[in-house]
């Protein structure tokens, strides 16, 4: 072998290694990004958003330097969330810069300053939520903004995976397209489905109802003021809970409703992927944990109801939510990639 | 000049003149009990274990709720007993130099109920050896959220504006609540630990006097007319609501 193609194929080898390294901090930067959403659920479930009232300091001091031992009740919460938001941040500028320094396609470095903007702006609305002191539309966007970062860090991973390439157009058939197109329908459902749930969280609708699957043991919830009078007396006395209004009861059950469409949105294309793409191993793989998180997640549901909306339950639906949201996202992008050959 | 029993009654109506001007100068007063109809309400043990002091400070005496108690003598204590209505119409009364305190005590709030009046200073400190933030959403005032993370720290705020209630929490602390009353006259009270309230200084006149409890979303309402500055006494009974019969969406 020849000087120069010995150096090309070491160059060409060195540049595939860091190109797996580069999928591979890709990847813990989305897990990073999982494990933080996770975390801003549990300060929502513990009431926990305003236990440090200043920010960017912790009760006035550097948030990197507040000692330990004073992590206590709500601070815990939301003070080890800041923690897990600034690391994120952190690996964002990692990642943006390794990507524009790397010999990656253009879009995928604006996807990574994308990725940055949004993180950076996360973080600035998270500070917002606790300077106007927990306003329901910042709040609401604060946890949307947390699902589309994750969905950016996430695409990064799966388009740096080695062993893909993208699909030219005159390669696309006409049952790709339609596929492709469902995939956008069930992750706009999904992601919406997540605002929804994020809007009855920071509504305090959470346990609005406080059955399932009936509603106060109706298919429907109450419509009228007077009807809802006696379950507020059963719900102060018998459950100890908080009296609840018309609105609340109705945005939890838009939530519900919202699942129904999820459900019904994901088993066509669940179904579609089996009829049509049965071959494509990654696609019926994708399909097939969507149809398990999908069981999993309303089953958590239910149980975050039964359980008074117990903490680590909560946490965990919320998690699935974001799982499937993901795979959803993973699905549609494998749209996009064929496996090279 | 005059006989001894014309001196006696004169000095006696002086007396009475004096002793009743002496009534309308202090005013009437309206006093009384809240009290609970049916088995003492058994009130629920908090879990506190989320912060060491407050789980070393209680672990032989448990926090209980304060969302309702109900005294050992058939009371309600934290009813806040207000005049609604009556008063002079167009009349300001003058704030009170004297300033309320709120404490953080033992992981909860002294006191739980509290009345104050629009313009007067509130002293809310901390005297726990832990950190507790301050957090208020009033809807007619202004709403802070302020931390004090060692004991011995205090700030002072007033309220501007009438408001019942103002809520009081700590999200360090999720079981922490107080309500604070801003008025915009000094005629109020809270029940204490044997139910009792006493409003005084009142001119003469007919009132619409209101309770607020934090457990039962309707007021009580009483009409209580005052005059020559006597002291007239009412009660408002309480007592667990009965669960209606379902008819329906």
Not at chain 1, 189 to 200: D, E, S, T
Not at chain 2, 98 to 104: A, I, Y
Not at chain 2, 161 to 177: A, L, Q, Y
């Amino acid at each position: 072998m020849s000087t120069t193609a010995s150096t090309s194929v070491y160059a060409t080898s060195s540049r595939s290694s860091a190109d797996l390294w580069l999928h591979r901090f890709a990847v813990v930067v989305a897990v990073c990004t999982f494990c933080l959403i996770l975390a801003g659920s549990m300060v929502t479930t513990t009431g926990s958003g305003l236990a440090v009232p200043d920010w960017p300091t912790t009760y006035g001091q550097n948030m990197f330097t507040y000692p330990p031992s004073r992590w206590v009740g709500g601070i815990l919460y939301e003070h080890v969330h800041r923690l897990i938001g600034a690391s994120v941040g952190v690996l964002m500028i990692v990642l943006c810069l390794w990507l524009w320094f790397s010999c990656r396609p253009r879009r995928l470095k604006w996807l990574g300053s994308a990725a940055l903007l949004a993180v950076c702006l996360q973080g600035l609305l998270g500070g917002l939520t606790v300077i106007f002191r927990l306003p329901t539309w910042i709040s609401v966007a604060h946890a949307g903004l947390a699902e589309i970062c994750f969905c950016i860090a996430l695409s990064i991973a799966v388009l740096t995976a080695p062993g893909w390439r993208a699909i030219a157009a005159g390669e696309l058939t006409i049952e790709q397209a339609k596929l492709r197109r469902f995939c956008k329908v069930v992750l706009a459902c999904v992601f919406l489905q997540i605002i929804l749930g994020a809007l009855m969280r920071h509504t305090q609708s959470g346990l609005a109802i406080t059955d399932f699957p009936l509603a106060y043991g109706s298919l429907i919830p109450p419509t009228s003021s007077a009807a809802l009078e006696s379950i507020n007396i059963e719900r102060v006395w018998e459950l100890e809970l908080e009296p609840v209004n018309l609105a609340q009861v109705w945005i939890h059950f838009a939530h519900r409703v919202g699942a129904l469409v999820v459900v019904l949105a994901a088993v066509i294309l669940v179904r579609r992927v089996f009829a049509h793409f049965s071959g494509r191993k990654e696609l019926v793989a994708a399909a097939m944990v969507l149809s398990g998180l999908l069981i999993l997640q309303i089953l958590l549901g239910a149980v975050t109801i039964w359980s008074q909306a117990s903490l680590h339950v909560t946490t965990a639906h919320v998690g699935v939510g974001v799982l499937m949201l993901g795979s959803s996202l993973v699905l549609l992008l494998r749209t996009w990639t064929h496996p090279r050959r | 000049m005059f006989s001894k029993r014309t001196m006696m009654a004169a000095l006696a109506a002086a007396f009475v003149c004096s002793a009743a001007q002496l009534a309308w100068a202090d005013g009437g007063v309206i006093k009384g009990l809240a009290s609970w109809e049916g088995e003492p309400y058994k009130r629920k043990p908090i879990q506190v274990s989320a912060d060491p002091h407050c789980a070393k400070i209680h672990s032989d005496d448990p926090l209980l709720s304060e969302k309702l108690v109900t005294n050992p003598n058939g009371t309600v204590r934290d009813v806040f007993v207000y005049v609604k209505s009556g008063l002079p119409v167009g009349k300001t009364w003058p704030v009170s130099s004297e300033k309320v305190v709120l404490d953080q005590n033992g992981c909860h709030y002294v006191p739980h109920v509290f009345g104050m009046m629009a313009g007067q200073e509130l002293i809310v400190r901390n005297s726990d050896n832990t950190a507790h933030n301050i957090n208020t959403s009033p809807k007619n005032n202004e709403g802070f959220n302020k931390g004090q993370p060692k004991k011995g720290m205090e700030f002072t705020e007033t309220f501007e504006n009438r408001e019942i209630m103002v809520k009081f929490k700590c999200d360090v602390h999720p079981w922490m609540s107080a309500y604070c009353a801003v008025m915009d006259h000094p005629f109020f009270a809270t029940t204490d630990e044997e139910g009792h309230f006493e409003i005084t200084g009142l001119p003469d006149g007919e009132y619409v006097i209101a309770t607020w409890h934090e457990r039962f979303k309707k007021a009580q309402e009483q009409t209580v007319v005052i005059s020559g500055g006597e002291t007239k006494e009412v009660e408002f009974v309480f007592k667990r609501p009965k669960k209606k019969k379902k008819k329906g969406n």
